[in-house]
């Protein structure tokens, strides 16, 4: 069982920034494309950013404003957020989505982004 623990969500103000932390318990890096998701107040949960060994992708709506990173000596996946606007106010959760099959996925339990003046 990987458990993905995030961390570094807090308030900021518009134009502000925040590092988002997400450390697996296990190296599962090269079965495991690793994501960034947001929650916002009574919406559904939506693709922020992903990264594989191979591709990156963002959401348009972070493009130029996010960038996520990996380190894989210490299992941990990284969501630099700059420029945050109130709309980026959310619960950001950590993903992990299997690339084989026969693999489970699995969820972070989630960290509070406010971004508020």
């Known amino acids: 069982q990987v458990q993905l623990v995030e961390s570094g969500g807090g308030l900021v103000q518009p134009g502000g920034a925040l590092r988002l932390s997400c450390a697996a318990s296990?190296?599962?890096?090269?079965?495991?494309?690793m994501g960034w998701y947001g929650q916002a107040p009574g919406k559904q949960r939506e693709l922020v950013a992903t990264i594989t060994s191979s591709s990156i992708n963002y959401a348009d709506s972070v493009k130029g404003r996010f960038t996520i990173s990996r380190d894989n000596a210490k299992n941990t996946v990284y969501l630099q957020m700059n420029k945050l606007k109130p709309e980026d106010t959310a619960v950001y959760y950590c993903?992990?989505?299997?690339?084989?099959?026969?693999?489970?996925?699995?969820w972070g339990q989630g960290t509070q982004v406010t971004v508020s003046s």
């Open positions: 993903n992990a989505a299997p690339l084989v099959w026969g693999h489970d996925d699995y």
């Open positions: 296990e190296n599962i890096f090269s079965i495991y494309a």
